[in-house]
């Protein structure tokens, strides 16, 4: 008997042992990366777009039909355009799977498609399943003037005249019932019924707050979950989520940034700016002359002094300069002190990132030399790119490194690129291609853009290919 217990517990033993070395062979390879689609990039899925083809990348024509143009791939698929007028959805191997459509589009947000043939509107999933039987008049992901996206996941639909919305699995949200195009913003939109009520709703389509009209240019309007636009015979009142005036009559022109405030004139302090809360206080202790929003700041104007705020009414930077300049494109704040305001002699220069760190302070103010600070798009270095004129215009190279500056033994560039600089002669359009010992990789004697991608490589024409060392890989 004991034997047989004996038996019997070494082969479950061994069972379990063989389990566990299963088990084991299964296990998720940590150093597998996913794809992952942030714009930017030239390769999605191992293909690039290139012209009217896809390359892989061992930098060899993949697939190559023919096509009219073709966008980046997105979870292994891709809208193609051929004959100038015929959309399709193909898969990395090439193949088909839908149209032709006079027009499709891919919101990623959602993982959906929306094709149009013949004025009829259909909605696909990534698998390129139709999500529901009907067939719309419209789509649309955007506002009317299609400057903001939704990001609370509806698509807006026109469904025998009238508008709803509907979520990604083609369920209504929203059954189409109204008489024009509207977007949630903070889980409310403002809309109109058939019989003329103007109304703002929740997402479960109850009725937040109702106009009674009077006239054909009343409207109720939702400026934000908090604060809304009634007007009545072109009367403007503010209000709350109760139908209780919120703002005195003195305050005109609202903008919205955050949860926390707003940007309105004061009509009694000459049409000057002030933030105030939802109940009408002010929540910034001054009155600006001036507010202009760049980008994510607001730049405001008090006398000869500029302040910068973020949209929660922080100040980015702790203090006020003479002038205050925001670079979109390399993002960085360029902030100036004069001595005056008769020659503008600068007294200081300095430049912070867009969390209000000091990246450089300029302690080269010759007012001759003008110093443009610009960023490698791909290694996230700092440059500053400095001109001066001494019998015509010259220039040179500083990289900034621990807020110092180092000059750089190169010539003049446009453009540096981890490493790589890139010099445009703009009489005869020839691109040059050195590294940082001057060295010559590339000379490229005909006009024609350059393009730069997140994942290294950067496009000559869109049809020369060159890596992060600046080495022409495709052609």
């Excluded at 039987?133 to 506002?143: A, G, I, L, R």
């Excluded at 009209?213 to 403007?236: A, G, M, P, Q």
């Excluded at 939802?278 to 994510?296: A, L, M, P, R, T």
């Amino acid at each position: 008997m004991k034997k047989v217990f004996l038996i019997i517990f070494l082969l479950m033993f061994s069972i379990l042992s063989g389990c566990i070395h299963i088990g084991d062979n299964n296990e998720p390879d940590d150093d597998k990366q996913e794809e992952t689609y942030e714009d930017g990039k030239l390769f999605y899925d191992g293909l690039a777009a290139l012209n009217n083809k896809y390359i892989n990348k061992n930098y060899e024509v993949a697939i190559d039909d023919n096509f009219y143009s073709c966008q980046s791939f997105y979870k292994n698929k891709a809208i193609v355009l051929k004959d100038y007028n015929e959309y399709y959805i193909i898969d990395n191997t090439g193949n088909y799977l839908k149209g032709p459509y006079d027009y499709i589009r891919v919101f990623k947000q959602l993982d959906l498609y929306v094709c149009s043939l013949n004025g009829s509107w259909t909605v696909l999933n990534i698998e390129c399943k139709e999500i529901c039987d009907y067939e719309f008049e419209s789509v649309s992901f955007t506002d009317v003037n299609e400057s903001k996206l939704d990001l609370e996941g509806l698509l807006y639909v026109k469904y025998d005249g009238l508008y709803g919305a509907i979520n990604k699995f083609g369920n209504w949200v929203i059954e189409p019932k109204y008489t024009d195009v509207f977007i949630f913003r903070d889980g409310l939109a403002d809309v109109e019924t058939v019989d003329g009520r103007a109304l703002v709703i929740d997402k479960k389509d109850n009725i937040i707050m109702e106009l009674k009209k009077e006239h054909n240019t009343d409207t109720i309007v939702s400026l934000s979950s908090n604060v809304f636009i009634k007007t009545i015979n072109y009367n403007r009142t503010y209000v709350n989520r109760m139908g209780n005036k919120i703002l005195l009559d003195n305050y005109s022109n609202p903008k919205y940034y955050s949860d926390k405030f707003i940007h309105v004139w004061c009509n009694n302090t000459n049409a000057s700016n002030i933030f105030i809360d939802y109940d009408g206080k002010q929540v910034i202790d001054k009155i600006f002359d001036n507010v202009s929003e760049i980008d994510q700041f607001l730049i405001c104007r008090f006398d000869y002094e500029h302040y910068i705020y973020d949209f929660n009414g922080n100040l980015v930077i702790n203090r006020p300069f003479h002038s205050i300049t925001v670079n979109k494109d390399y993002k960085y704040i360029e902030c100036t002190n004069y001595k005056d305001f008769i020659d503008y002699k600068v007294v200081e220069n300095l430049f912070y990132d867009y969390d209000g760190n000091l990246i450089y302070e300029n302690t080269d103010l010759n007012p001759l030399v003008n110093k443009q600070l610009f960023r490698c798009r791909y290694t996230n270095k700092c440059y500053l790119k400095c001109e001066y004129y001494d019998n015509g215009y010259k220039y040179y190279i500083e990289e900034i490194i621990d807020k110092k500056v180092v000059r750089l033994n190169v010539d003049s560039t446009t453009i540096v690129y981890n490493g790589i600089f890139i010099y445009q002669d703009y009489i005869s359009d020839k691109y040059t291609i050195k590294d940082i010992n001057n060295n010559v990789l590339y000379n490229i004697s005909s006009g024609g853009s350059i393009r730069f991608y997140s994942d290294g490589y950067f496009t000559f024409r869109e049809s020369i290919i060159f890596d992060l060392n600046g080495i022409k890989v495709f052609e």
